[in-house]
């Protein structure tokens, strides 16, 4: 029988071509970030933006919850909660609207701004960014913030660039060279790739005249549009919008009321649940699946004023929205006012401290078993869904709905384990002391 054996130099070539393959692949699919993501972006007008808004906002979503659901039953009836988890998702809730009611604000140009006068823009932008550095100065500023321009369309492309670089030069100017942390720009309604180049090109340009470093402005995507779902070929749209980023493109947020009437959908039935969102969402997790790309769904219409009857139907609605999200595994969304906070965090707690006796039981099994597949009850457990139990633990630690101490005591892993992030890498040490 004749040698097939590959010869060892045929090989060292396959091994070193696979090699250069998986750098570029590294490279540009970095890898989940360490950081936060928050579980909201809260959009406001960027002629109201104020350096305390967070606190305002927080204020304001603490009255609502306080009058129209005064203790834990009544927040848990008019939100459909188990009545088991009430108590502990009610405080949970009051502690964070106190303490942190706002993780991430995007201060807006387009939608909530509206087309003013040249002028006014000039002066709201230069303003807007004297209050942003107030907060940065004060320590009021959420976690997250940043600023929403204009389309970069033919006809408005000149106006959000003028409010890219005036609101960008005054905030430096008055902080002295530094942005805010997890600083992000958002480009809207995008028709073609060269409207994200061209918005890469103004940063590289920005951060040479300004002497900031490279690559430190950094932009999201909204995913509105069907051109930015497939393109005009056929193919997905959203792999080249990402490459002509230029590696500064760190979210895509969709936006459910354009993408839906994009599509030709009517007013009555233009909702977060229609099947054509589904449907780009779906494109959009396949398209940058692995990428690190933070994926953010979008926002209820139906806001929580008027009646307490009003309120708990509206809360309601939010809350089958947020929780529909999370399932489809969307961890971030839009809140349009402070009266979705509660049931923002509501939702957000619910989901994960629901799952949290199963999921423990079946991390603590597969650790134990050392990356051995095992079965518990009915659900068979491999080393993705390990990574995936883990992230489960990670994402409810980061959201509040349990404290470090509870990922400890649940999961049966280490404080160290945890912050690793990584379940491969929890695998190889626990082997490592059991051999």
Partial sequence: MADTTIPDGALAVFVDALDNANERVAQRFPGDSS??????????GAHLFKADAAQ????????????????AAAFASALGLDPASADR????????????????????????FGHRPDREEDEQAQRAAGEVAIGLRDGTLPSSIGIRIKPLSEELKRRSFRTFDLFLTRLLERTGGTLPPNFVVTLPKI??????????????????????????????????TTQSIFAADGSVALPRLIAEGGGRIVAAHFGTYDYTAACGITAAHQHML???????????????AGTGIWLAD???????????????????LHAEHVRHSLVTGFYQGWDLHPAQLPSRYAAVYAFFLEGLDAASERLKNFVQKAAQATVVGDVFDDAATGQGLLNYFLRAMNCGAITEQEAVDKSGLTVEELRGRSFVKILASRRGQTE
Avoid at 96 to 109: H, M, S, W
């Fill in 191 to 224: 028709t073609a790739p060269e409207q994200v180049a061209a918005l890469a090109s103004a940063c590289d340009a920005f951060e040479y005249w300004r002497e900031l470093p490279s690559g430190t402005l950094r932009f999201e995507l909204m995913v509105e």
């Fill in 274 to 288: 229609h099947p054509v969102c589904d449907f780009a969402k779906h494109v959009v997790q396949v398209a940058l």
């Fill in 89 to 112: 998702i009610y405080l949970r809730v009051i502690d964070k609207l106190t303490r942190e009611p706002v993780e991430d604000f995007r201060i807006d140009f387009e939608d909530g």
């Fill in 35 to 44: 950081a936060r993501q928050p579980v909201h972006v809260v959009y406001g």
């Fill in 298 to 316: 979008g926002a209820t219409n139906v806001m929580p004023i008027g009646s307490r009857d009003v309120v708990h139907r509206a809360w309601r």
């Fill in 56 to 71: 305002k906002l927080g204020a304001v979503a603490l009255r609502t919850l306080q009058e129209h659901a005064p203790d």
